[in-house]
């Protein structure tokens, strides 16, 4: 990786950098520089007074009202693709292109074969390559897959998840007007239940096989701002049952457009005793019979001095960029690569299959 003068940090350009909305301003660029081994060189949107504006509140050289030039620059060595699913892929292919190191945010495509045409790609180019599966890498995460692999539960009998959530129903806001379209790859399947799923699995295991029904139940979604409406073609439910390599039963609902009382957990049972990780991924257990779960607090090494002030999103996505690092200076892959969202796009897509063929999936990874 080339570097300009002596320093040895990783140069950051972001894709997508609005300073007023968006997972960059939100997630990226907060987590990037609370992590020491990274320096934001350049940032892109579609307008030269948001990205100056971007580019002026986080301290950063180069602002581009176009991707291209922030992705040849030669100040940068890894870029971050943080915009819509649907500009994924070309914005991915003109990384490669430029021999760069590519973080993409999840989805990386918008379709599975457009998410394995992208992995042999970047695999093809010798270029290293990391997606944006951020929450598998929370404090709480990680120490509930410690808790586990220590045996806190005994064998691991059930996993359950339960996503209910306002958004990706009805009512949307202009922004996420785009989801409403099967097409566009952003809808409570392929973000919702990979997201989840992701973090889930990365503490118990691959799944084995899977049963699942896919379902849309809004026919048309209305944009708050206008009032106006729009047909949907994407799902807003999705069930799974099934079976983990553990030999374990998974379970799972994963809900958008909930009007009240939506929730996220995850219960783990046990032959000795139960976790539950909650939806601000902190963790709670008991273990013999009849017991309470109690707050089972994160230990702090789990955390890092540099992001314990960062909000939880930022959090998440600090831990994954401090992982990164250490993958680009040891040659590890501990942040998953695009062949692992090509792996997580076909479980998805394997529910899809079994929704519509009403048959059970054998998992083979």
Known sequence: ??????SNKIRVGIVGANPDRGWASHAHLPALKAVPAYEVTAVSTTRQTSADEAARRFGVRHAFDRAEPLI???????VVVSVRAPLHAGLVRAAIAAKKHVFCEWPLGVSLDETAELARLAESAGVRTFSGVQRRFAPGVRYLRDLLAEGYVGKVRSVDLHVAVPYLGAQIPQALAYTTDVKNGASTL????AHYLDTVLSA???????S???ARQFDQATIVETGETLPVTVPDQV???????SGAVLSAHIEGGKRNGGE????????EGDLRLSHDFTVSGARGDGQPLAPLKTPERYRSPVTAELHEDAEQTAHLYAALAKDLAEGTEVVPTFREAWKLYRLIDAL????????????KG
């Open 1 to 6: 990786m080339s570097k300009t003068g002596t």
């Open 72 to 78: 040849e620059h030669p100040e940068v060595d890894l």
């Open 190 to 193: 392929s973000i919702l239940t």
């Open 204 to 210: 118990v295991g691959d799944v084995q096989s899977v």
């Open 212 to 214: 699942a029904v896919v």
């Open 239 to 245: 069930l799974i049952s099934g079976t983990l390599q």
């Open 264 to 271: 996220i957990f995850a219960t783990i049972t046990g032959t």
């Open 352 to 363: 899809a299959t079994s929704s519509a063929t009403g048959k059970r999936v054998e998992w």
